[in-house]
Nanobody, 124 residues
Framework: VQLQASGGGLVQAGGSLRLSCAASGRTFSGYTMAWFRQAPGKEREFVGTISWSGGSIYYADSVKGRFTISRDNAKNTVYLQMNDLKPEDTAVYYC??????????????????WGKGTQVTVSS
């Protein structure tokens, strides 16, 4: 199983980036997917989660209104559109597949598979 994240980079404050995470090796039909991030010296934290159908979406308060999570099940891919980026959004972003039956993956203990991460750097 591989989760390949892409789309990270360096952007100025107020800019936008779109992250993608493609899953391969197996299908994740029925599974919730999520994004987490980890800044230097800090613990990995939840960003957003989306259920298989897309009917359940939940965000961390720090990104609500600026980030949008979506998925394309035919492509086994989850996306994170990030707008109005702030320096405090700087982190390595990880996509994740939740444990079977978990509708909202908001804790690292609810994750079955992690992607390798993509760096997002926001300059002031």
């Amino acid at each position: 199983v591989q989760l390949q994240a892409s789309g990270g980079g360096l952007v100025q404050a107020g800019g936008s980036l779109r992250l993608s995470c493609a899953a391969s090796g197996r299908t994740f039909s029925g599974y919730t997917m999520a994004w987490f991030r980890q800044a230097p010296g800090k613990e990995r934290e939840f960003v957003g989660t989306i259920s298989w159908s897309g009917g359940s979406i939940y965000y961390a308060d720090s990104v609500k209104g600026r980030f949008t999570i979506s998925r394309d099940n035919a492509k086994n891919t989850v996306y994170l559109q990030m707008n109005d980026l702030k320096p405090e959004d700087t982190a390595v972003y990880y996509c994740a597949v939740g444990r079977r039956g978990v509708i909202q993956v908001i804790r690292t203990t609810s994750v079955d598979y992690w992607g390798k991460g993509t760096q997002v750097t926001v300059s002031s």
